[in-house]
């Protein structure tokens, strides 16, 4: 069993975000696109409180 992967939808999202901005995309164009990957993001890790439920898995133990 294996948990939905959302960083790289994220990373996507703020990367068209910041083109967009510097004016290498087209804001009519990849606006919608940017809004629905949130809305999927969102869905997918928050629940109706707006609390974090999805599992992040570290990459290294910074505790130790």
């Not at 967009?20 to 629905?36: F, H, N, Q, S």
């Amino acid at each position: 069993e294996s948990y939905e992967e959302t960083s790289c939808t994220a990373i996507f999202s703020i990367s068209m975000a910041k083109m967009i901005k510097a004016g290498v995309l087209d804001k009519e164009t990849y606006l919608p696109v940017i809004k629905k990957a949130l809305d999927g993001l969102i869905s997918k890790s928050l629940d109706d409180t707006f609390h974090y439920e999805s599992f992040v898995q570290p990459t290294k133990n910074w505790l130790k």
